[in-house]
């Protein structure tokens, strides 16, 4: 742990006398981030060393490019089927805007990024949602661009890793979006069908249409510690049947405890887990090396 | 009172201003260098901004991006500490146009005093007695004219000195020319300025230094005087309060000729008025340093007074909250500075401690000295009630002061300690020049 973070802040109030301050003191959110956890000011060099994570375990989201560059070799990523993107067919209100700004502010066209990359060597299709777009919700693109994928990776006979973050399906493409769990659904299995391996890492959130489809159809299923995961929000199922759910409600240490997940990856480790589990993947495939 | 301030240095001293700080509940941003991410000002402050390479002109010289890095983290002052920018009037200027407050004194004040020629000028105006001396030479054959009749030996002096630097001796008329040019090159290399002047070279001397503290309302204290003739080189090495040479009688004709140089020159902040001693107690104006200084501790020990408190209260409009009248001076107190002999990182650290023994640093058991600034490790400091007594509590303090991993000083400064000469506190600047 860095030595700042291990001294404690003294709760002196602020000497009077003299001038005011010419200005109050802003916010610095250019400098440090507060950790929701902890509380705690960590500066972004810390957080940046830290793959977006806190000292104190705590997991920031993470931006797409990034998370594919944490997590696979340097420039072997090839990005696929980047055209793509969302049009405003049911004339939702404020819609168009809304992925306009999007587009602009993040520089992705959609709220997936898919592509064909390695991880320490071994070959893989790869998709991994992004949590600053529309809070990788599952419109008629993501669900295309993700079953083009699956469909991709079996052709190739390619084992797919997909790093799910995920409010949900989304809304503002109605019933369209929820088609997308069917279809997603059904090119998962035919690449599972083929012997192809599939691995999913859950981080947090991942919520409802995307839990309820290709999030949770991995062959092996990790997640990041304390994500959530589930369908319904807490605060639903609360008004649903009038209790308050426990503290660790949906989390992903739940679900490994009830077998929903098979592990807890901190992210430090990701990147070598992932790997391994695709040498073991690959050494067992069927058509290979007379199994 | 400013809610957040910015130290614009590293170091000891910028962890000695944050810990103040941190007691006036400031909140506080530290600047870094590339080399220096991992230093303690910069685990203590509340916020860190990078603000270059290593090497100091790129980082802490570079007025500009520490501005910008107080504009950007909403800081409503900065302290230079002592070194770097602390003496330069364009850093307070610039600082001043940015609206931030700059904890030392006015521009103008400053580049009064940085002009040596011109302070001696201006401390000869108010009544201060400096050493017979010359204006600014036009070329070395009115500098030997002036030799003559001030008498050698003289002390040809540049008017940007400052560190030892574009300071020349010269003993005999031979030796002058010569002198006049290095000292001229010299000063031009190094400040960019190679006008000089002469001086008479006071010898032996003693170098005795008034601390002032002034506030915006016009008052002026003196918070008595330190003894800083043990010298390497040029540069400081033990410092004590009171000195051993001055009297009461002195002490009073000292307090009163730096408070009316203080005030003539309208200054505000905290300032040392550096003074040589000759042995018939006679005294002369050397310079003002506008910032401040290393050894403020022992001035701090035996007054009581918190003299980074002050400065940051003083920059905030706050007035003294005490007179000359209400200042006392009990005991004693003796410093001595720990100098690295190389870089190197510390694989263990000892620290002593006890009644009255602090020790100001910025060194951690794991933390990287680098070679590219100045070598102080820390300042070891301490009070008792004599004279006698101190010196033997800093003698106990420093044979407990432990840092493995960095050559440094300290038995150097324990033969020092024991030294006849020091123990009698019958020293001049020429300590070192009579050992060799």
Request: charged share 25%; aromatic share 8%.
């Given at each position: 742990m860095p030595l700042g973070l291990r001294f404690r802040k003294p709760k002196n109030e602020l000497e009077q006398g003299g001038r005011p301050p010419a200005r109050p003191a802003e916010r610095a959110s250019e400098m440090t981030r507060k950790c929701p956890d902890c509380g705690k000011e960590i500066p972004l060099g810390v957080l940046w060393e830290g793959g977006d994570t806190c000292p104190c375990g705590h997991c920031f989201p993470m931006r797409v490019r990034r998370r594919v560059a944490f997590l696979t070799d340097p420039d072997s990523f090839t990005e696929l089927f980047g055209a793509l993107e969302s049009r405003d067919f049911l004339g939702f209100p404020g819609y168009a805007k809304k992925l306009r700004n999007l587009r602009e502010s993040t520089g992705e066209r959609e709220a997936v990024l898919c592509g064909e990359a390695r991880i320490e060597g071994h070959a893989c299709a790869l998709f991994v949602m992004d949590p600053y777009f529309l809070m990788g919700s599952m419109g008629t693109v993501v669900g295309e661009k993700i079953a083009r994928l699956f469909e991709y990776a079996a052709q190739k006979r390619l084992p797919v890793v997909g790093c799910a973050v995920s409010g949900g399906a989304r809304m503002q493409e109605g019933i369209l979006s929820l088609m997308q769990m069917a279809k997603t659904s059904a090119a998962v299995k035919r690449h599972g069908d083929g012997g192809n391996f599939y691995l999913a890492l859950l981080t947090d959130p991942t919520m409802g249409g995307v839990t309820a489809s290709f999030a949770m159809q991995g062959d092996i299923i990790l997640a990041e510690p304390g994500a959530t995961v589930g369908f319904a929000g807490a605060r639903v199922v609360e008004q649903t049947v009038r209790k308050k759910p426990p503290a660790?409600?949906?989390k992903a240490e739940v679900l490994l405890a009830h077998g929903f997940a098979d592990a807890i990856v901190p992210r430090a480790g990701q990147r070598r887990v992932v790997a391994s589990l695709l040498a073991i993947h690959e050494r067992r495939r069927p058509d290979e090396k007379g199994l | 009172m400013f809610s957040k301030l910015l130290i614009a240095n590293r170091g000891e001293v910028a962890v000695r201003i944050i810990r103040a700080c941190k007691e006036m509940g400031i909140a506080t941003v530290a600047v870094y260098s590339a080399a220096d991410r991992d230093c303690l000002h910069v685990a203590l402050a509340d916020q860190c901004v990078c603000i270059g390479e290593a090497e100091a002109a790129g980082s802490y010289l570079d007025a500009g991006r520490i501005v910008s890095a107080a504009l950007v983290t909403g800081a409503g002052a900065v302290h230079p500490g002592y070194g770097f920018l602390s003496e330069s009037a364009d850093f307070a200027a610039l600082c001043r146009k940015h609206g931030l407050a700059f904890v030392g004194p006015s521009e103008e004040a400053i580049t009064l005093m940085g002009d040596k020629s011109e302070a001696r000028r201006f401390m000869q105006r108010s009544g201060v007695p400096v050493a017979p001396g010359t204006d600014i030479l036009r070329d070395a054959d009115e500098a030997a004219g002036a030799a003559e009749a001030i008498g050698y030996p003289v002390l040809v002096k540049a008017r940007a000195g400052g560190g030892g630097r574009g300071i020349r001796l010269v003993r005999t008329p031979e030796e002058l020319e010569g002198a006049f040019f290095t000292a001229s090159q010299e000063a031009r290399a190094a400040f960019g300025d190679g006008a000089v002047y002469l001086e008479k070279f006071v010898s032996p001397a003693r170098h005795v230094e008034v601390q002032i503290l002034a506030d915006e309302a016009g008052h002026v204290v003196c918070l008595g005087e330190r003894e800083c003739s043990i010298q390497k080189n040029h540069q400081k090495l033990i410092e004590e309060s009171p000195s051993p040479a001055v009297s009461a009688a002195l002490r009073a004709k000292l307090t009163e000729t730096a408070a009316q140089a203080a005030k003539a020159a309208g200054y505000v902040g905290a300032g040392t008025v550096e003074f040589l001693l000759d042995a018939k107690q006679n005294f002369y104006f050397m310079e003002m340093n506008v910032r401040l200084q290393v050894e403020h501790a022992v001035t701090e020990f035996v007054t009581g007074i918190d003299l980074v408190k002050w400065q940051i209260r003083v920059a905030a409009g706050v007035p003294l909250d005490f007179t000359q009248a209400d200042v006392r001076l009990t005991g004693s107190s003796i410093e001595c500075r720990i100098n690295a002999a190389a870089a190197g990182t510390v694989s263990m650290l000892h620290v002593p401690g006890g009644p009255w023994v602090r020790f100001d640093s910025a060194l951690f058991t794991g933390c990287r000295v680098p070679p590219y600034y100045d070598a102080l490790l820390g300042k070891l400091v301490v009070r008792a009630g004599t004279r006698e007594e101190a010196g033997r509590k800093l003698q106990a303090a420093l044979c407990e002061l432990v840092i493995d991993g960095v050559p440094s000083n300290i038995d150097e400064q324990l033969a020092v300690l024991t030294d006849p000469r020091f123990c009698r506190g019958e020293?001049?600047?020429d300590f070192f020049r009579e050992d060799e």
């Amino acid at each position: 742990m860095p030595l700042g973070l291990r001294f404690r802040k003294p709760k002196n109030e602020l000497e009077q006398g003299g001038r005011p301050p010419a200005r109050p003191a802003e916010r610095a959110s250019e400098m440090t981030r507060k950790c929701p956890d902890c509380g705690k000011e960590i500066p972004l060099g810390v957080l940046w060393e830290g793959g977006d994570t806190c000292p104190c375990g705590h997991c920031f989201p993470m931006r797409v490019r990034r998370r594919v560059a944490f997590l696979t070799d340097p420039d072997s990523f090839t990005e696929l089927f980047g055209a793509l993107e969302s049009r405003d067919f049911l004339g939702f209100p404020g819609y168009a805007k809304k992925l306009r700004n999007l587009r602009e502010s993040t520089g992705e066209r959609e709220a997936v990024l898919c592509g064909e990359a390695r991880i320490e060597g071994h070959a893989c299709a790869l998709f991994v949602m992004d949590p600053y777009f529309l809070m990788g919700s599952m419109g008629t693109v993501v669900g295309e661009k993700i079953a083009r994928l699956f469909e991709y990776a079996a052709q190739k006979r390619l084992p797919v890793v997909g790093c799910a973050v995920s409010g949900g399906a989304r809304m503002q493409e109605g019933i369209l979006s929820l088609m997308q769990m069917a279809k997603t659904s059904a090119a998962v299995k035919r690449h599972g069908d083929g012997g192809n391996f599939y691995l999913a890492l859950l981080t947090d959130p991942t919520m409802g249409g995307v839990t309820a489809s290709f999030a949770m159809q991995g062959d092996i299923i990790l997640a990041e510690p304390g994500a959530t995961v589930g369908f319904a929000g807490a605060r639903v199922v609360e008004q649903t049947v009038r209790k308050k759910p426990p503290a660790d409600f949906q989390k992903a240490e739940v679900l490994l405890a009830h077998g929903f997940a098979d592990a807890i990856v901190p992210r430090a480790g990701q990147r070598r887990v992932v790997a391994s589990l695709l040498a073991i993947h690959e050494r067992r495939r069927p058509d290979e090396k007379g199994l | 009172m400013f809610s957040k301030l910015l130290i614009a240095n590293r170091g000891e001293v910028a962890v000695r201003i944050i810990r103040a700080c941190k007691e006036m509940g400031i909140a506080t941003v530290a600047v870094y260098s590339a080399a220096d991410r991992d230093c303690l000002h910069v685990a203590l402050a509340d916020q860190c901004v990078c603000i270059g390479e290593a090497e100091a002109a790129g980082s802490y010289l570079d007025a500009g991006r520490i501005v910008s890095a107080a504009l950007v983290t909403g800081a409503g002052a900065v302290h230079p500490g002592y070194g770097f920018l602390s003496e330069s009037a364009d850093f307070a200027a610039l600082c001043r146009k940015h609206g931030l407050a700059f904890v030392g004194p006015s521009e103008e004040a400053i580049t009064l005093m940085g002009d040596k020629s011109e302070a001696r000028r201006f401390m000869q105006r108010s009544g201060v007695p400096v050493a017979p001396g010359t204006d600014i030479l036009r070329d070395a054959d009115e500098a030997a004219g002036a030799a003559e009749a001030i008498g050698y030996p003289v002390l040809v002096k540049a008017r940007a000195g400052g560190g030892g630097r574009g300071i020349r001796l010269v003993r005999t008329p031979e030796e002058l020319e010569g002198a006049f040019f290095t000292a001229s090159q010299e000063a031009r290399a190094a400040f960019g300025d190679g006008a000089v002047y002469l001086e008479k070279f006071v010898s032996p001397a003693r170098h005795v230094e008034v601390q002032i503290l002034a506030d915006e309302a016009g008052h002026v204290v003196c918070l008595g005087e330190r003894e800083c003739s043990i010298q390497k080189n040029h540069q400081k090495l033990i410092e004590e309060s009171p000195s051993p040479a001055v009297s009461a009688a002195l002490r009073a004709k000292l307090t009163e000729t730096a408070a009316q140089a203080a005030k003539a020159a309208g200054y505000v902040g905290a300032g040392t008025v550096e003074f040589l001693l000759d042995a018939k107690q006679n005294f002369y104006f050397m310079e003002m340093n506008v910032r401040l200084q290393v050894e403020h501790a022992v001035t701090e020990f035996v007054t009581g007074i918190d003299l980074v408190k002050w400065q940051i209260r003083v920059a905030a409009g706050v007035p003294l909250d005490f007179t000359q009248a209400d200042v006392r001076l009990t005991g004693s107190s003796i410093e001595c500075r720990i100098n690295a002999a190389a870089a190197g990182t510390v694989s263990m650290l000892h620290v002593p401690g006890g009644p009255w023994v602090r020790f100001d640093s910025a060194l951690f058991t794991g933390c990287r000295v680098p070679p590219y600034y100045d070598a102080l490790l820390g300042k070891l400091v301490v009070r008792a009630g004599t004279r006698e007594e101190a010196g033997r509590k800093l003698q106990a303090a420093l044979c407990e002061l432990v840092i493995d991993g960095v050559p440094s000083n300290i038995d150097e400064q324990l033969a020092v300690l024991t030294d006849p000469r020091f123990c009698r506190g019958e020293y001049d600047t020429d300590f070192f020049r009579e050992d060799e």
